[in-house]
């Protein structure tokens, strides 16, 4: 590698962190459900030790799966009441839904054990399975 003195502003290893959109009460409708994008969406509390510890994960997701196509929202559900259908299922912290543009009405709800690479898993099969199912017409998709 070669160590070069000059303050060049690229610096290798230094990814920048994705913004994650602080999803409210007010902003849901138009940022998740009305966008055109895909959204993962945490649901978290402040409080919660599991939340805490999920979210350098999280982060480190959205810095490697933000595109034009796939964002990143964050719920604190001790602060705003999400009361859409689909959305006001919360039953404990932290839930990670995936909104797919294709069918925002119908977020798949991320189960298992929150590792990176189980989460990344079920965040790309669940956008690709949707994305496949648009490129063939007259196909009835039927909610899991």
């Known amino acids: 590698s070669s160590s070069s003195s000059s303050s060049s502003a690229i610096e290798p290893k230094q990814k920048t962190k994705a913004a994650i959109v602080v999803l409210t009460s007010k902003n849901f409708q138009a940022e ?8 993962v969406v945490e ?9 805490q510890t999920f979210a350098p994960v999280y982060q480190d997701l959205a810095d490697e799966l933000t595109s034009s196509t796939i964002r990143f929202g964050t719920v604190d559900g001790t602060q705003e009441s999400i009361s859409i259908e689909g959305f006001n299922d919360i039953q404990g912290y932290p839930t990670v839904k995936v909104v797919t543009a294709a ?3 119908h977020p798949v709800t991320f189960r298992g054990s929150r590792t990176k690479e ?16 648009q490129k063939n017409d007259n196909v009835t998709v039927v909610g899991a």
């Open 118 to 133: 189980n989460v990344k898993q079920f965040i790309q099969q669940t956008v690709s399975a949707v994305e496949v199912v």
């Open 43 to 51: 649901f978290y509390a402040p409080w919660c030790h599991h939340c």
């Open 103 to 105: 069918d925002p009405t």
């Open 32 to 39: 998740v459900l009305e966008a055109g994008v895909n959204m």
